[in-house]
């Protein structure tokens, strides 16, 4: 049994930042991608960033610059710092990860809101 936690949401003004972190724990044989996508309402699930194994990052157009994710793999942990940000970022923000336990399996975290607003 594999449970990704999320972390971190929260109501920002425009502009600000803020910072997700998502901790996988379990019987966790090794991790591969792990990234994060956002759920408007109303609209599709969109990926946001993406961290493979080895580190190659790869970014929705409208986050690039602006955005940056990073693991921690002796944590198990992904990150998301979210920089200068806007009212379109506004979400609810779902972590994922490409994990083997006894089989390679794709996994999701509960989700967290993401509220930019004045």
């Known amino acids: 049994q594999v449970q990704l936690v999320e972390s971190g949401g929260g109501l920002v003004q425009p502009g600000g930042s803020l910072r997700l972190s998502c901790a996988a724990s379990?019987?966790?044989?090794?991790?591969?991608?792990m990234g994060w996508y956002r759920q408007a309402p109303g609209k599709q699930r969109e990926l946001v960033a993406l961290?493979?194994?080895?580190?190659?990052?790869n970014y929705e157009d409208s986050v690039k610059g602006r955005f940056s994710i990073s693991r921690d793999n002796a944590k198990n942990t992904v990150y998301l710092r979210m920089d200068s940000l806007k009212p379109e970022d506004t979400a609810v923000y779902y972590c994922?990860?490409?994990?083997?336990?006894?089989?390679?399996?794709?996994?999701w975290g509960q989700g967290t809101q993401v509220t930019v607003s004045s």
């Open positions: 994922y990860a490409n994990i083997m336990t006894y089989r390679l399996t794709d996994y």
């Open positions: 379990g019987s966790i044989f090794s991790m591969y991608d």
């Open positions: 961290i493979s194994g080895g580190g190659s990052t």
